[in-house]
């Protein structure tokens, strides 16, 4: 039986930009989580920018807790210092999706000035995530592309998949009929490691 499944789209930013900046990053993520949310076989709920350390730990700590929450995709919008990001990363006990893309499909090369560059960081922002998600060998999916390509959403619908997967293993109880012979080291199998890994009670 399938389960309810939200995705949470977290997008991190910082305060350096002002207000005024914050306020369209957070529109911008709401417009990719809405285009996701019929695309990618998941409801992806939009949730606030976070902009500190203590809102990135908060915010993994709410999606540990919620038991529609299947796992996360984290975008980074702007610059976002990546140091900010260990102790989230560290607390997060769902899949993770790391989702590499530019708000723009093309840069306006003609209108462009320091407050575009200072809003439209991913390549900068989403380079200094990644690198804190291979320097802690934390386990995560990575997908780069426009949010609009259809690549990238098909490889954000596989990862879907396999975190519904994981979603619904964790509650997974498995019979096995004519078992091996029972309590003995050298046939029973690591039952442990499987309920511990994929949570599968055998």
């Known amino acids: 039986v399938d389960i309810m499944s939200n995705v949470w789209f977290i997008t991190g930013s910082q305060h350096l930009y002002g207000d005024e900046a914050l306020k369209q990053v957070a529109k911008d993520s709401e417009i990719i989580a809405a285009y996701l949310n019929d ?9 606030p920018v976070v902009t500190t350390a203590a809102e990135i730990t908060a915010v993994m700590r709410q999606a ?25 990363l560290k ?40 690198h804190i998600f291979a320097f ?5 999916k990575e ?3 426009h949010w ?32 091996n012979m029972r309590d003995v080291a050298v046939t029973e199998g690591n039952k442990i490691t499987v309920q511990e890994k994929l949570g599968w009670s055998v």
């Not at 695309?39 to 949730?47: D, F, M, N, P, S």
């Not at 299947?70 to 102790?87: A, L, Q």
């Not at 769902?94 to 840069?107: M, R």
């Open 148 to 179: 609009k390509d259809e690549d990238a959403i098909n490889e954000i619908k596989t990862w879907v998949n396999a975190a519904k997967a994981f979603a619904n293993g964790s509650a997974l109880r498995v019979c096995r009929f004519g078992d």
């Open 91 to 130: 607390t997060i006990a769902k899949p993770v999706l790391h989702f590499s893309t530019q708000f723009n499909e093309a840069l306006p090369y003609s209108e462009i000035d320091m407050d575009f560059m200072n809003l439209n960081q991913s390549a900068h922002g989403d380079r200094e995530h990644s």
């Open 143 to 145: 997908v780069v592309g």
């Open 64 to 88: 540990n807790a919620d038991e529609e929450c299947i796992g996360v995709i984290t975008w980074m919008h702007t610059f976002s210092p990546s140091k900010m990001w260990i102790d989230g």
């Open 39 to 47: 695309r990618v076989g998941a409801k992806v709920v939009c949730t």
């Open 136 to 140: 802690m060998r934390k386990s995560r």
